[in-house]
């Protein structure tokens, strides 16, 4: 399930429950206008089992270059989490 922006086709809310294993995830998107071309900046991730019991919500930044690709992603403490190998390959014609 999610739920999107009218007519732009971004997303602010999803749900995934996962068959095999009942967990259900929550994302929420969060944006800043017409910052990061449109783009979500960050993600509130929820995670629940079949416990019932959810973890406490992470939230991921995601930091973009001058042509919209992502370049890094950290937490809420600003902790690096993931970086690509090499940096993004631009086409230009």
């Keep these: 399930m999610y739920v999107g922006l ?3 086709g971004k997303s602010i809310y999803e749900r995934t429950t996962y068959v095999k294993t009942g967990k259900k ?7 800043a ?3 990061h ?3 979500a900046f960050a993600l509130r991730v929820v995670t629940e089992d079949q416990s019932g019991d959810p973890p ?3 939230t ?5 270059d001058h042509l919209g ?5 950290s937490d809420d403490t600003g902790t690096s ?3 690509p190998a090499a940096p993004p390959q631009h086409c230009w014609l």
């Design 6 to 8: 009218g007519g732009t």
């Design 25 to 31: 995830e929550h994302v929420h998107f969060v944006y």
């Design 33 to 35: 206008g017409g910052a």
């Design 37 to 39: 071309g449109g783009n």
């Design 56 to 58: 406490p919500p992470t």
């Design 60 to 64: 991921k930044y995601y930091h973009f």
């Design 69 to 73: 690709s992502v370049t890094a992603i």
């Design 81 to 83: 989490l993931a970086q």
